[in-house]
C-alpha cells in the first residue's frame, strides 16, 4: 500500500516539478535578447493585426484573457529578456491567434472553466457539508449524495484539465514555435530550449488535471472510510 501511495505521489507530482524545474532552469536574462517577452508579445500582435489585444502584467499566472482581449505576463517574463520569458510570451499570444480565429475548443473552454471552478467550489462545500448533515438527519441518504454531488464536481473540473491539453498544445507548437522559426527570433540552439519550454507551458493543465486527480482520491478514501 504505501509502495502504491508512493508511486501515486511521484506519478501526480513529477509534471509540476518537471514544469517548474524547466521554466526555472531558462529564466536568466540573456544579453544578447534583442527585446523582453513583453516587447515580443506586443510585437507578434502588431505582426498579427490582433488590433483589439493589449499586453500588460499580472500577479496571478501568465496567461490570455479571452474575454477582455489582455495577453497577461508575470513581471519577470514581461519585463525578462530570458528564453522563458520569450516562450511564454509566444504561447500567451498563440491562445490570442487561436482567439482571432475564432477556434471552436478556446470558445469551448472559454465557458467551461469559469463553470467547473465554480462547481468545484461547491463540491468543496458539498464533501464538508456531507457529515454534518448525515450527523443531523441520522439517515446514510443526504450524506452519499452530496458526497457524489461533491465527487462529482471535482472530476468534472479534473476533465476540463484534460480536454484543454489540445488548445495548450497547438497555442505553443501550431503557434508559438511555428512563428519563433519562421520569423527567425532565436537560434538553432535556443530553438531546442525554447520548445521545451513551450512543452512545459503546454503540459501545466496536465499537471493541474493529475493534483486534481490526487485530490479527488483522497477524498473518496476518507469518505468510503467512514
Not at 23 to 51: C, K, V
Not at 65 to 91: C, M, Q, Y
Request: aromatic residues 8%; charged residues 20%.
Amino acid at each position: 500500500m504505501i509502495v502504491f501511495v508512493l508511486i501515486l505521489v511521484v506519478v501526480v507530482f513529477a509534471p509540476s516539478l518537471w514544469v517548474r524545474w524547466v521554466m526555472h532552469a531558462y529564466s536568466e536574462d540573456l544579453d544578447g535578447m534583442p527585446g523582453t517577452g513583453g516587447e515580443l508579445a506586443q510585437h507578434l500582435i502588431e505582426r498579427f493585426g490582433l488590433e483589439s489585444v493589449k499586453v500588460e502584467t499580472t500577479e496571478v499566472g501568465d496567461h490570455y484573457d479571452p474575454v477582455d482581449k489582455r495577453v497577461r505576463l508575470s513581471e519577470a517574463n514581461f519585463s525578462g529578456r530570458s528564453l522563458t520569458a520569450i516562450a511564454i510570451a509566444a504561447h500567451e499570444v498563440g491562445h490570442a491567434m487561436q482567439d482571432h480565429q475564432n477556434d471552436p475548443r478556446l470558445v469551448i473552454r472559454t465557458k467551461l472553466v469559469p463553470i467547473a471552478d465554480k462547481v468545484a467550489r461547491f463540491s468543496a462545500g458539498a464533501i464538508w457539508a456531507a457529515p454534518i448533515f448525515a450527523l443531523i438527519t441520522r439517515h446514510p441518504v443526504p450524506f452519499w449524495v452530496l458526497a457524489a454531488c461533491g465527487l462529482g464536481g471535482l472530476l468534472i473540473r479534473m476533465m476540463v484539465h484534460l480536454v484543454t491539453l489540445p488548445i495548450e498544445w497547438d497555442a505553443s507548437f501550431g503557434k508559438a514555435l511555428p512563428v519563433l522559426k519562421a520569423g527567425s527570433y532565436l537560434g538553432a540552439k535556443q530553438e531546442r530550449v525554447v520548445s521545451k519550454i513551450l512543452r512545459a507551458a503546454a503540459f501545466t493543465y496536465v499537471a493541474a488535471a493529475l493534483a486534481d486527480v490526487l485530490n479527488l482520491a483522497r477524498w473518496a478514501a476518507l469518505l468510503l472510510r467512514r
